[in-house]
C-alpha cells in the first residue's frame, strides 16, 4: 500500500492541527494504520494505532487525550486530529501500515512497511 500524509505546519502552543494520510493500493482496507513522529535526534515513536481487525485506537501516554485518530475505511483515509499541541510535539510525523502487525508489535516501527513521507509539525511555546 501507498501512504501519503500532509496536513503538517507550524502553530502555537495550544493550538491544533489535523493531519491526513491518503492510503491507495489493494486491499488497503485490511492494513494495521498508525501514526509515528521523530523529532531532531531522537528516535522515531509511536503516536496512535489501530489494528486492522478492530476499531480500537491505541495511543502513546504522551499524548493521550489530547490526539485523535480517526480512519475512514471507504475513503482510504487515515486522520490524527492533534489538540493541545505542545512544543514537545514538534517533529516529523509519519503514517505507516502494515497487513502483518498484531498487538504486540503495533508499536514497533520496524513492523511496518509502508511509510508515508512524513510532515512536519512544528508547535511554537
Known amino acids: 500500500v501507498q501512504l501519503q500524509a500532509s496536513g503538517g505546519g507550524m502553530v502555537q502552543a495550544g493550538g491544533s492541527l489535523r493531519l491526513s494520510c491518503a492510503a491507495s493500493g489493494r486491499a488497503s482496507a485490511a492494513y494495521t494504520m498508525a501514526w509515528f513522529r521523530q523529532a531532531p535526534g531522537k528516535e522515531r515513536e509511536f503516536v496512535a494505532g489501530m489494528l486492522r481487525n478492530n476499531g480500537y485506537t491505541h495511543y502513546a501516554d504522551s499524548v493521550k487525550g489530547r490526539f485523535t485518530s480517526s480512519r475512514d475505511v471507504a475513503k482510504n483515509m487515515l486522520y490524527l486530529q492533534m489538540s493541545s499541541l505542545k512544543p514537545e510535539d514538534t517533529a516529523v510525523y509519519y503514517c505507516?501500515?502494515?497487513?502483518?502487525?498484531?498487538?504486540?508489535?503495533?508499536?514497533?516501527?520496524?513492523?511496518?512497511?509502508?511509510w508515508g513521507q512524513g510532515t512536519q509539525v512544528t508547535v511554537s511555546s
Open positions: 505507516a501500515g502494515s497487513a502483518s502487525v498484531i498487538l504486540s508489535t503495533l508499536r514497533r516501527s520496524s513492523a511496518y512497511n509502508s
